[in-house]
T-cell receptor, first 111, second 112 residues
């Protein structure tokens, strides 16, 4: 089974609203990463948060990590139509060398 | 920079045929990965290579083999294709485990 479980599976909001996606995982991690995938394209890295960090910002993105609950959230503020995409969390386990993805959240921004 | 290059972009195989998907990166990365993506399933890790000369199984390795030919190239082979292997395949690379991964544009494989 896949490492990350993302919630919700699909999210539809109006342009300008904030979008929040959640990711839960099962193991002890080294870091957690978020990626975006536009339809039919390869994935693009958005942000990485290490296991000793609790919050990280990048532009309109805010990521939180709660290692006690084995969960992370991605907040996109002031959403735009161009943010329409699928978003995936991925984890790297402590002492491991592999990057494992969740099933993703499909985000639709309505103009 | 080209980044991660996958070939071919599209392929149709008949059941039982074999083929090799090629992947090359020009970023001097140590780690390389092969994933498959099916509708609604996200990306599932097939095999990965943490460094030149090493390969390890991921979540769904059955039916596949890999070769880390050198630091730049990591190929995925289907020895006897099955319809269940119809999917989009992505190759990725990363420098270290605490850094981002870069993805190729994918290979859309159909097995009939």
């Amino acid at each position: 089974s896949q490492q990350g479980e993302e919630d919700p599976q699909a999210l539809s909001i109006q342009e300008g609203e904030n979008a929040t996606m959640n990711c839960s995982y099962k193991t002890s991690i080294n870091n957690l990463q978020w990626y975006r995938q536009n339809s039919g394209r390869g994935l693009v890295h958005l942000i990485l948060i290490r296991s000793n960090e609790r919050e990280k910002h990048s532009g309109r993105l805010r990521v939180t990590l709660d290692t006690s609950k084995k969960s992370s959230s991605l907040l996109i503020t002031a959403s735009r139509a161009a943010d329409t995409a699928s978003y995936f969390c991925a984890t790297v386990d402590q002492g491991a060398q592999k990057l494992v993805f969740g099933q993703g959240t499909r985000l639709t921004i309505n103009p | 920079n080209a980044g991660v290059t996958q070939t071919p972009k599209f392929q149709v195989l008949k059941t039982g045929q074999s083929m090799t998907l090629q992947c090359a990166q020009d970023m001097n990365h140590n780690s390389m990965y092969w994933y498959r993506q099916d509708p609604g399933m996200g990306l599932r890790l097939i095999y990965y290579s943490a460094s030149e000369g090493t390969t390890d199984k991921g979540e769904v390795p059955n039916g596949y083999n890999v070769s880390r030919l050198n630091k730049r190239e990591f190929s995925l082979r289907l020895e006897s294709a099955a319809p269940s292997q119809t999917s989009v395949y992505f190759c990725a690379s990363s420098g270290l485990m605490n850094t981002e991964a870069f993805f190729g544009q994918g290979t859309r494989l159909t097995v009939v």
